[in-house]
């Protein structure tokens, strides 16, 4: 279960767009991630790869965690805002849930909930 300043550090740590840094200092190294009802992707390095990818896309990205954040034992829901400006043009606004599992104080699996068409242009 993580402590609530560890939860704060992460949200910080995500909020301020280190979202690489984020999945390097808060997830176990054989961590996984689904989006949706997806095929998990597992191991803290594909998962780094994988997000930095994505940011490479991106002109600017805004994140916010909208409160309260729900923690029961070693789960955790976040509901996070997303707003990306791409490089080649155009933008989305991304509202998801983070469901996640955490071994102590590292996220060991997390299961993203949102609707696919958001990632169209707004």
Request: glycine letters at 8%.
């Amino acid at each position: 279960m993580p402590t609530a300043a560890t939860l704060e550090a992460f949200i910080a740590k995500v909020e301020s767009n280190g979202h690489v840094d984020a999945i390097r200092d808060f997830y176990t190294e054989d961590a996984s991630m689904r989006e949706n009802f997806g095929e998990p992707r597992a191991g803290r390095d594909v998962l780094m790869a994988r997000e930095a990818k994505t940011l490479e896309r991106a002109a600017s990205v805004h994140s916010h965690c909208v409160r309260p954040v729900f923690v029961s034992g070693d789960h955790v829901v976040i509901r996070w805002v997303f707003e990306f400006t791409w490089k080649k043009g155009g933008g989305s606004r991304m509202e998801e849930l983070a469901y996640q599992r955490w071994r102590g104080e590292r996220i060991c699996e997390e299961q993203f909930f949102y609707d696919p068409t958001q990632l169209g242009p707004r």
